[in-house]
């Protein structure tokens, strides 16, 4: 059975930092897209960040470049989101997700995603 656990979230005040951790079990880790999500209700499921865990190549969202470092640790099957300078409108539930095809401009949709997480809240306050 596929498991994605988040953990890591919580609540900050503008310009804090905040590590979500994904561990990964009961899957192949390797050669897979490993991507976080976010969503504020009632508003659309957005990419955040990916990295293919096969090669380490990462994509982000432009409002997120250069704030937030996506990296992973093979041997734990572990995937992280390191964010840094984090801004009230950073303020969602963050999911894991984890899928083969969600390569190129495709990484940043939900659907291209096979498994998920339960999700982790973030709050940044200012």
């Known amino acids: 059975q596929v498991q994605l656990v988040e953990s890591g979230g919580g609540s900050v005040q503008a310009g804090g930092s905040l590590r979500l951790s994904c561990a990964a079990s009961g899957y192949t880790y390797s050669s897979r897209y490993m991507g976080w999500f976010r969503q504020v209700l009632g508003k659309e499921r957005e990419g955040v960040a990916t990295i293919y865990t096969g090669g380490g190549r990462t994509y982000y969202a432009d409002s997120v470049k250069g704030r937030f470092t996506i990296s992973q640790d093979n041997a734990k099957n572990t995937m992280y989101l390191q964010m840094n300078s984090l801004k009230p409108e950073d303020t969602a539930m963050y999911y894991c997700?984890?899928?083969?095809?969600?390569?190129?401009?495709?990484?940043?949709?939900?659907?291209?995603?096979?498994?998920w997480g339960q999700g982790t809240q973030v709050t940044v306050s200012s």
């Open positions: 997700a984890a899928g083969v095809l969600a390569y190129g401009e495709r990484w940043r949709e939900p659907h291209d995603y096979d498994y």
